[in-house]
């Protein structure tokens, strides 16, 4: 039954104006229109069961009341949709962040198992060069299979940057990665230039790099902190 009839007494208009008004943060445009209708219908009614010259106090209240219930109302909404415009940035910065720390993970699982697997071949290559039969192509071996299955993540770090668009980190993985290729093709015991001292140049280059970009991406993650 709606606010406007007058089959009820006031007190009953009151009450059921007073539980509609306490839920009006939460309603839709389409209900706080029809609060507002059912709103000066109660006004009326009292004007109708009052003195007739109340009837210009009785409007201007309305009138007041029921802006400040509409306006509250697009307030409401209005809040409602920039929280949930903040609440997308900070789940995107989260994202973000999120995608920077297994980038930064996977590049230095990669540079540990090469430390792991330089170990080795120099070990090895020192004992060739001292005219020693060979002592370490088990390990080598299996030092490299696991340097091979830390690839696929060296590789999808790099996807990982374009996807954020991160142009400096970008130029500092090339630079790494050029120096890991640069590397490969040496590490071979059947190599001319597989010896200790090239070795160790090439692999300070490795180093050089991973550790200018790893300071990029650090620049990045603190921007968004």
Same mark, same amino acid.
């Given at each position: 039954?709606?606010?406007?009839?007058?089959?009820?007494?006031?007190? %009953?208009?009151?009450?059921?104006?007073?539980?509609?008004?306490?839920?009006?943060?939460?309603?839709?445009? %389409?209900?706080?229109?029809?609060?507002?209708?059912?709103?000066?219908?109660?006004?009326?009614?009292?004007?109708?069961?009052?003195?007739?010259?109340?009837?210009?106090?009785?409007?201007?209240?309305?009138?007041?009341?029921?802006?400040?219930?509409?306006?509250?109302?697009?307030?409401?909404?209005?809040?409602?949709?920039?929280?949930?415009?903040?609440?997308?940035?900070?789940?995107?910065?989260?994202?973000?962040?999120?995608?920077?720390?297994?980038?930064?993970?996977?590049?230095?699982?990669?540079?540990?198992?090469?430390?792991?697997?330089?170990? #080795?071949?120099?070990?090895?290559?020192?004992?060739?060069?001292?005219?020693?039969?060979?002592?370490?192509?088990?390990?080598?071996?299996?030092?490299?299979?696991?340097?091979?299955?830390?690839?696929?993540?060296?590789? %999808?770090?790099?996807?990982?940057?374009?996807?954020?668009?991160?142009?400096?980190? #970008?130029?500092?993985?090339?630079?790494?990665?050029?120096?890991?290729?640069?590397?490969?093709?040496?590490?071979?015991?059947?190599?001319?230039?597989?010896?200790?001292?090239?070795?160790?140049?090439?692999?300070?280059?490795?180093?050089?790099?991973?550790?200018?970009?790893?300071?990029? #991406?650090?620049?990045?993650?603190?921007?968004?902190?």
């Amino acid at each position: 039954m709606g606010l406007g009839s007058r089959n009820l007494p006031i007190s %009953s208009y009151k009450q059921a104006f007073d539980q509609r008004s306490r839920f009006l943060g939460s309603c839709s445009r %389409s209900e706080i229109l029809l609060y507002l209708a059912e709103y000066f219908n109660f006004q009326l009614a009292l004007f109708l069961m009052s003195d007739p010259r109340n009837w210009a106090d009785v409007a201007h209240t309305a009138v007041q009341e029921g802006l400040a219930a509409l306006i509250g109302g697009g307030f409401t909404v209005l809040a409602s949709a920039m929280g949930r415009k903040n609440q997308r940035k900070v789940e995107l910065r989260k994202r973000r962040l999120e995608l920077l720390e297994c980038a930064c993970t996977e590049v230095n699982e990669y540079f540990h198992e090469l430390v792991n697997f330089d170990t #080795i071949l120099r070990r090895e290559v020192r004992n060739r060069e001292a005219g020693g039969s060979p002592k370490h192509m088990e390990q080598l071996k299996r030092y490299k299979l696991k340097l091979f299955d830390k690839f696929p993540g060296l590789l %999808s770090a790099e996807s990982k940057l374009q996807l954020l668009r991160e142009e400096g980190c #970008i130029k500092m993985y090339r630079k790494l990665f050029n120096a890991c290729a640069a590397y490969a093709e040496i590490a071979d015991l059947t190599h001319p230039d597989c010896n200790d001292q090239t070795l160790t140049l090439v692999f300070g280059w490795i180093v050089k790099a991973k550790i200018e970009l790893l300071n990029e #991406i650090g620049k990045s993650f603190t921007k968004d902190m």
